[in-house]
């Protein structure tokens, strides 16, 4: 078969890899692609939001299988572009995808079905917003959500009415997200423990992945600002059997089986993102997609056939076999570009990467990096994945914090406390 991945980051790395393992792949492309996938596949030079370029590619080379890594492609409809022309792709179509791209959908639709979720506003102008903030519905801190795509940046946890409006003025007058600041979600802030519970779905049936943790604050011990993510383990230490049931029962059979009652079949990855409160597990946000890095881990542990197991969602007859998992530990660093979530610079020269893939069952996803003459450099602000899978979380970590120090590019920083067990705040 031949194979295109689109998305150009550490999670595509990662589907890629797996992918490429597969015997029924003979031929793999990525585009946009990145450095590493330079290496492991041809990278085709269109970018993730020109669909219908993207839809031609894969026509003119008779593609059998497309992969979608990131929302945006989505959100946007790439899905539908390509079954209009009858070509095969795995992820949700357009209007699956609302769930992600609009938050005020996604909590207008867990009201609607009760599904555990914050209790929340929704505001159209800054003047209903300030009246929602100053009527002392909301305690503080509350929680402000411009309604769209924002990178995960468009969420600002407030400790006080000031810093509450000056987000307000940011989003819906400054329009800091641009038209996502158009609505806005007050919400309830929910205290707990987080967790990322990812399935694939044909829109009937799920097969979960195995269950990952994800740090998503930029420094160590969760301070500073939230970034994509910083790093992932898997399996999550915090999932017993009895709380992976109730959040199947209660969360992802109710979302998938509501979904499609409203005509919105969803096929691909469903990604909730979940708070563990005293009151039972509730939803953040709902994603469309693979996490990133979530999927890093989760690749490094999947001993079933990628191809055939994503086919089966495509083909709307989801494998029926669980999907096969190691039993050891896999965990991934992000090393990032000083500056980062924030602004930071590219084209720095990356050095010690061949060393470091020396360290045998050491696995690097090239996440932000451009390949120039057999010379890698940053091209982004997660950089690369520093990833194993061993027998213990212990022997798993301490590979991965033992062979970092080898890899080096200006301005690189990255978490020291990626699976350490920590009490929440
Ligand atoms: P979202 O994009 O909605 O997942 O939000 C990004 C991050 O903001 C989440 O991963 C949480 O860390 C935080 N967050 C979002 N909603 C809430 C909430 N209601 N209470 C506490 N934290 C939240
Ligand atoms: N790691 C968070 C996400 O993929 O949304």
Not at 11 to 26: D, F, Y
Not at 190 to 209: A, C, M, N, Y
Not at 322 to 334: D, Q, R, Y
Not at 390 to 405: G, N, V, W
Request: aromatic share 8%; charged share 25%.
């Amino acid at each position: 078969m031949k194979i295109l991945v689109i998305g150009s980051g550490g999670r595509e790395h990662a589907l890629a890899w797996k992918l490429a393992q597969s015997p029924h792949c003979e031929q793999l492309y990525c585009a946009p692609g990145n450095g590493g996938m330079a290496k492991i596949a041809e990278v085709v030079p269109i970018e993730e939001t020109n669909l219908s370029l993207l839809a031609r590619f894969a026509e003119e080379k008779k593609i059998d299988l497309t992969v979608v890594g990131p929302e945006v492609p989505l959100a946007m409809g790439v899905v539908d572009e390509f079954e209009k022309r009858n070509l095969k792709i795995y992820g949700p179509n357009k209007k699956a995808a609302e769930i992600e791209r609009s938050k005020v959908f996604a909590k207008e639709f867990m009201d609607r079905h009760r599904i555990p979720t914050g209790r929340f506003k929704v505001a159209t102008t800054q003047d209903e917003a300030l009246k929602i903030l100053n009527s002392g519905e909301f305690e503080f801190p509350v929680v402000i959500k411009a309604d769209g795509l924002a990178a995960g940046k468009g969420v600002a946890i407030c400790p006080n009415i000031k810093r509450a409006e000056d987000t307000i003025i940011e989003m819906m007058v400054k329009k800091k997200f641009g038209p996502a600041g158009e609505r806005v979600i007050i919400e309830e802030r929910l205290k707990g423990r987080e967790l990322s519970f990812i399935v694939l779905t044909d829109g009937v049936r799920i097969q979960p992945l195995v269950t990952t943790m994800d740090h998503k604050a930029a420094y160590d011990g969760d301070k500073g600002p939230n970034t994509g993510g910083m790093g992932a383990i898997s399996p999550s230490p915090f999932v017993t059997e009895k709380l992976f049931g109730k959040i199947i029962d209660e969360i992802i059979f109710p979302t998938i089986t509501r979904l499609l009652e409203e005509g919105r079949r969803f096929k691909g990855t469903l990604y909730a993102g979940l708070m563990l409160t005293s009151d039972g597990p509730k939803v953040l946000e709902y994603n469309c997609r693979f996490g990133d890095p979530e999927t890093q881990v989760q690749m490094l542990r999947m001993e079933s056939d990628l191809v055939e197991v994503l086919m089966s969602v495509v083909e709307e007859d989801l494998i029926k076999d669980e999907i096969k998992w190691s039993l050891n530990v896999a965990g991934c660093v992000v090393l990032a570009s000083g500056g980062y979530p924030g602004k930071y610079e590219k084209g720095k020269l990356i050095a010690g990467l061949e060393e470091a893939e020396k360290v045998p069952g050491l696995i690097i996803f090239h996440a932000g990096t451009s390949l120039v003459n057999d010379q890698f450099y940053t091209n982004g602000g997660r950089v690369l994945n520093v990833c194993a899978r061993e027998a213990t979380l212990q022997q798993t970590m301490k590979k991965i914090y033992d062979s970092i120090p080898v890899i080096y590019f200006d301005n690189m920083f990255y978490r020291k406390d990626i699976g350490a067990m920590r009490e929440i705040k």
